[in-house]
């Protein structure tokens, strides 16, 4: 009842995790709702519109279309959801380190990240994916390199503000043990903020593993996935447009609920999280920010613009 | 003595101009480095590679005459400094494959680099500007929300979508212009600069939106009513150059990176800039590329922050104005 009773207070969200629900289904599910098998090549087949035979049509090896799609979402969002909790796993776990630790380990840890912060993202995953060898794996490790940062510098700032308070004293004068104060009460008070933080983020990882898919440093054949089947059907741009078409539209589909699905789901957790956390969040968002704006630096004075931006 | 302007930024002394060239000469070494180390440590001989790429199966002495030749035989800190040296002398290496200097490989992808860059902007701010103005001035009625809506749909839709529909869209069903540009042309920059264009113009209509609202309710506003000027004069001589200032800092760091190349519109389009470069650089384990342009990227970026910081001062004379003790 008490679920029930959440879904109607909070229409927007019921209806986007049902949506987000449903595109795990199907990724789960994809080889029960699949009609044929997305490897199986059948060269006379090649290249057909969409019929009834193949909903989306074939591609050049006469694979269908639809299947392939329905194993490239398995293929995404599981690499995503891998993705996104490394990198959160990682991140928090350096950023707790620097914070409550501080010294040398704090240094080395924040310097790291200003320099990752001050260049292009795509460029240095790139580089790092292409150093490596091109394959899935490595293009989620170069995706981490460079990602960890974020969750490392909010970690860092939350557990500063909270060693700030009472509790935090009370428990150092009683005696308590490091262990038991980072477990009982510095990971409970910060965990809520990177969990929005790592929902809202979803979306983006899945269009960062796609792009670098598309370039030819993420997937490789015969693995269905979107980014590189879009890169495949390039190719054949004038005879199947339906290679490019429906590719891209799970792509962005899939993006657009994860990104709606993040946001109201920060919506619906922030009124539970104090102001000064929110405002330390919102750092973070203004530092992404002047990443999509393509370009940073540490130092910038340009920071009450971003500030400005995200009132 | 420090400056600080009344909204709050540092103007930048010439003593931390110094500072800030030091830090950019002491990041170029570092990533200089790193680069460095990466491709030592990177799995793969480059020396097959090459081979390989010209379809012919290398003997072992052959591969070993290729490394002597690439000089890939010598200790990884003799490399380093082999390099540097030649770097400081303005002498990047040759490319592996290309057989051509890294210097010029990157001087003749600059010039489409630049053009994109700034034709991509230009369409950018044609769009964005007018579309933010719009969707202020009927906020939350049906213009806004229509606007709204389009630039939710570009920050959505993947940059290599959007180029691969606008190449089936424009070159091939309409036939209008050329599927690759192969030479650059004004015409065979449109294609590539309006994909990004579109990216960006959805994140700054929303950036000129923000800015126009926050300016339409501040004091000298509503004292130019009070006046009785006309609406349409208050837009375009009070609130639009007030709102405008914030733009040109997000126009210098987008410049920033788009003149270190957008690989995947570039490899679309086979626009010849610096990402489609670098993109074939990385493909195919081309060292001395890949080292050329990471250092070229790192100093254009910083380079670029740095200017726009030191620029503030011009755009805005109120600026600096202001003597803090700080």
């Known amino acids: ?311 | 003595m420090r400056y600080i302007s009344t909204k709050g930024e540092k103007i930048l002394s010439k003593k931390e101009i110094i500072q800030r060239l030091l830090q950019i000469i002491i990041v170029l070494f570092g990533v200089s480095f790193l680069t460095f180390s990466l491709t030592y440590l990177a799995p793969g001989d480059p020396a097959y590679a090459m081979y390989e790429a010209n379809g012919v199966v290398p003997t072992q002495q052959m591969l070993e005459s290729a490394r002597q030749s690439m000089g890939l035989d010598k200790p990884f800190l003799m490399r380093y400094f082999t390099w540097l040296i030649n770097c400081l002398q303005g002498n990047l290496g040759t490319s592996f494959f290309k057989h051509k200097e890294v210097a010029i490989l990157l001087k003749d992808r600059l010039l489409p680099t630049i053009q994109l860059a700034f034709f991509s902007l230009l369409l950018t701010l044609i769009i964005s500007i007018p579309l933010g103005i719009i969707a202020a001035i009927y906020k939350n009625r049906l213009a806004d929300y229509i606007i709204r809506g389009l630039t939710f749909l570009g920050i959505s839709m993947p940059s290599f979508w959007v180029g691969l529909l606008l190449l089936y869209i424009f070159a091939l069903r309409l036939n209008r212009m050329p599927v690759i540009s192969s030479e650059f042309g004004f015409q065979k920059l449109v294609l590539p600069a309006a994909t990004l264009a579109i990216a960006m113009s959805a994140k700054y209509t929303r950036q000129v939106r923000a800015a126009v609202l926050e300016e339409i309710n501040k004091d000298y506003v509503i004292g130019a009513r009070a006046r009785g000027i006309e609406e349409n004069i208050i837009l375009i001589k009070h609130i639009l150059p007030n709102s405008m200032l914030p733009l040109i800092t997000l126009l210098g760091l987008s410049l920033g990176s788009l003149l270190a190349g957008t690989a995947v519109v570039e490899i679309i389009f086979s626009y010849p800039g610096l990402g489609n470069l670098a993109v074939s650089a990385v493909a195919t384990r081309d060292y001395p590329l890949i080292q050329g342009f990471v250092l070229w990227i790192s100093l254009m970026y910083m380079s670029i922050n740095l200017i726009v910081d030191i620029s503030y001062k011009y755009f805005d004379p109120r600026i600096g104005k202001k003597e803090v003790r700080g």
């Not at chain 1, 789960?28 to 057909?48: G, K, M, R």
């Not at chain 1, 929902?199 to 990882?205: M, N």
């Not at chain 1, 004038?238 to 946001?263: C, E, M, T």
């Open chain 1, 1 to 311: 009842m008490k679920i029930i009773k959440f879904v109607r207070q909070n229409r927007q969200f019921g209806i986007l995790s049902i949506l987000a629900l449903f595109i795990l289904l199907v990724a789960l599910f994809a080889p029960v709702i699949a009609t044929h098998n997305p490897y199986e090549a059948v060269l006379q087949d090649a290249l057909q519109a969409p019929g009834k035979d193949h909903l989306f049509g074939t591609d050049v090896l006469g694979r269908d279309l639809y299947s392939r799609i329905l194993y490239g979402t398995s293929t995404s969002i599981s690499s995503a959801f891998i993705l996104v909790s490394i990198i959160f796993i990682i991140g928090t776990g350096l950023g707790i380190i620097a914070g409550y630790f501080g010294g040398v380990i704090e240094g080395i840890i924040m310097r790291i990240s200003d320099i990752m912060i001050s260049f292009p993202d795509l460029i240095l995953v790139i580089a790092i994916a292409g150093i490596l060898g091109p394959s899935l794996g490595n293009a989620i490790i170069a995706i981490t390199v460079v990602s960890w940062t974020k969750y490392a510098r909010l970690a860092r700032s939350l557990v500063l503000k909270i060693m700030q308070s009472d509790y935090i004293a009370a428990a150092r004068l009683t005696g308590s043990k490091t262990s038991h104060i980072l477990m009982k009460y510095l990971f409970p008070n910060i965990l809520p903020i990177l969990i929005v933080t790592a929902a809202t983020d979803i979306g983006s990882i899945i269009l960062q593993l796609a792009s670098l898919s598309f370039l030819g440093f993420g997937a490789q054949p015969p693995t269905p996935e979107w980014g590189y089947m879009l890169s495949e059907g390039r190719e054949f741009l004038q005879r199947a447009p339906w290679l490019l078409v429906f590719p891209g539209l799970a792509i962005f589909i899939v993006v657009v609920i994860f990104n709606l699905f993040g946001d109201s789901l920060r919506d619906i957790l922030d009124p539970n999280i104090d102001k000064e956390s929110k405002s330390l969040r919102k750092r973070e968002k203004e530092n992404e920010f002047k990443k999509d704006c393509k370009g940073t630096s540490r130092i910038h004075p340009s920071n009450w613009v971003i500030k400005w931006m995200w009132k």
